[in-house]
């Protein structure tokens, strides 16, 4: 067959490919960006779906609008407000999932050689998807505080990219938290630039201790005319179930026009039950004690897996703890003669029956093969120790 050129940049997912050497008996995974099973709220969302059955069953089964099911556009205004984000339901779309924003933004903005900046580290779906409409990526590097902005003020001055996409708060698969001067300076230079900033934001929720610094968006309220300069995409998916695929973007009323019509191509609307059942879910007053619990679980994986890390890998490898989301990101030093390249470590981990996923892959250029990725979230603490042991024999 001949496929479209578009395909000829784009690679299988590299995470996708190594979940095909996790069918091993025995082994310990830390390769996956799933939150845990465990975690999910099934007694609330069986009383959801329930309710969205017996209140209102023809919205719940019928066919709905591309923009989403109203009630739970509702419901997504009043949970964005308690983050500090005023916005109408008329002022956001509901999306299959945070992913699907992402591909209706590379539909509506990207064409064949523009320049788009991400986060170097980025998530790799990302990556993927802006590549397959043919964007230019350009790599911002990011440490512990997130991006660099007096580096991305470089990128963009130079660049004048079609737009900046950011994960601000517990990156993926940085784990990275940018700072609160850090997102005041992105504000500042989307207006200074005319230059929209992406802000994407599965993660915010899922903090460990002290709450991180308000969204980008809720912070464009303290600068004057940046508000028409951002989007932002938010998911169910960590925090209450990724089957239900629920996201949504907030975005200037132009740019969600034309993704409304993309979707409309795309899958007509997102499943109207499963935003029903949302809708219901976020009405009952649940969400609150969900998020704690996570969080009190994932929070004590996260330190486990780091005092693991320093106990039983030492100065082979550098990381900074995370203070939220899913991932610890992690380099390889080479100290002592240990390994640097973690695909070559991969390979060995896996014969210790522990799998990791090899950090070049989530960089759009110039790739450092000594990183890695580990998720500590579908791992209890008993697994996370030994799984870093078994790290540990492979370095």
């Keep these: 067959m001949q496929f479209a050129s578009r395909l000829d940049n784009v690679e299988t997912s590299a995470i996708r490919e190594l979940f095909k050497l996790l069918g091993t008996p025995g082994i310990i995974s830390f ?9 999910f709220d099934v007694e609330g969302l069986k009383e959801a779906s329930a309710k969205a059955l017996n209140e209102e069953p023809g919205g719940a089964l019928q066919y709905g609008a591309t923009e989403g099911y109203e009630p739970l556009r509702t419901q997504l205004s009043a949970f964005m407000k308690t983050k500090g984000v005023d916005v109408d339901p008329s002022g956001l779309i509901v999306t299959t999932g945070s992913q699907q924003a992402l591909d209706l933004l590379g539909k509506t903005l990207i ?8 986060e170097g580290p980025t998530f790799l779906a990302t990556i993927q998807c802006f590549r397959l409409y043919g964007a230019h990526l350009i790599s911002a590097p990011v440490d512990a505080n997130g991006v660099k902005t007096d580096e991305l003020e470089k990128l963009i001055a130079e660049h004048k990219p079609k737009f900046v996409y950011l994960i601000p708060t517990f990156g993926n698969p940085s784990g990275a938290m940018l700072s609160l001067e850090r997102r005041k300076k992105v504000l500042e230079m989307a207006v200074k630039y005319q230059t929209l900033i992406v802000e994407d934001d599965p993660y915010g929720d ?3 201790g002290e709450a991180p610094p308000p969204s980008i968006m809720s912070l464009s309220q303290d600068v004057p005319g940046s508000r028409e300069f951002i989007a932002h995409c938010g ?13 949504w973007m907030i975005a200037p009323a132009e740019l969600l026009a034309k993704a409304t019509m993309c979707k409309q191509f795309s899958d007509a609307h997102t499943s109207t039950f499963a935003q029903a059942t949302a809708a219901q879910y976020l009405k009952s007053g649940r969400m609150p004690a969900t998020l704690a619990n996570v969080r009190k679980v994932y929070g004590e994986r996260a330190r486990a897996m780091g005092a693991a890390l320093k106990r039983e890998l030492g100065d082979a490898i550098e990381f900074t703890q995370p203070n939220g989301g899913l991932f610890f990101w992690a380099r390889l030093t080479g100290a ?13 981990a896996i014969e210790q029956l522990v799998a990791f996923v090899p950090g070049a892959p989530f960089f759009a250029e110039n790739p450092d093969v000594a990183t890695l990725r580990l998720s500590f979230a579908t791992a209890n603490v008993e697994k996370i120790e030994e799984g870093i042991a078994r790290l540990g024999k492979a370095v």
Excluded: C, E, Q, T
Aim: glycine residues 14%.
């Design 235 to 247: 998911s169910l998916s960590k925090v209450l179930s990724p089957g239900l695929r629920i996201g």
């Design 31 to 39: 390769a996956g960006g799933f939150p845990d099973s465990a975690m």
């Design 206 to 208: 899922l903090y460990f």
């Design 336 to 348: 002592n003669g240990k390994l640097a390249d973690a695909n070559v470590l991969a390979k060995k």
């Design 111 to 118: 064409s064949p050689g523009d320049k788009v900046i991400v």
